[in-house]
């Protein structure tokens, strides 16, 4: 399996950066492709995800009403639009892969990142002020 990430950059306070992630060589008929992000300073992060099956979308809190998925390529590709970014965006973004745990739902195990099994190399996200 293979998770790529693209699409980081630099950017001014308000501006708008478009995240993807290409997963190739997956096992999992329904999985769910996951973003977290990480700084030097704090613990790797949930940020958003999305259910290859159903569509459904998780958002962080911080993140809610700014950031949005698309998809294309039958799923196999996502997309994070961030909008109206602030500088404590700033970090590296990583795209992540969980084919779930039997017996728990996704709202279960999606912010959780022990919960996923393939990860991307990381994407740096910079938000100047």
């Known amino acids: 399996v293979q998770v790529a990430e693209s699409g980081g950059g630099l950017v001014q306070t308000g501006g708008s950066l478009r995240l993807s992630c290409a997963a190739s060589?997956?096992?999992?008929?329904?999985?769910?492709m996951g973003w977290f992000r990480q700084t030097p300073e704090k613990e790797r992060e949930f940020v958003a995800a999305i259910i290859s099956s159903s569509g459904d979308t998780y958002y962080a809190d911080s993140v809610q009403g700014r950031f949005a998925f698309s998809t294309d390529n039958g799923g196999d590709t996502v997309h994070l639009q961030m909008n109206s970014l602030k500088p404590g965006d700033t970090a590296v973004y990583y795209c992540?892969?969980?084919?779930?745990?039997?017996?728990?739902?996704?709202?279960?195990?999606?912010?959780?990142?022990?919960?996923?099994?393939?990860w991307g190399q990381g994407t740096q996200v910079t938000v100047s002020s």
């Open positions: 992540a892969v969980s084919g779930g745990r039997y017996g728990y739902s996704w709202y279960d195990t999606v912010f959780s990142q022990y919960e996923y099994d393939y």
């Open positions: 060589g997956m096992p999992f008929s329904n999985f769910a």
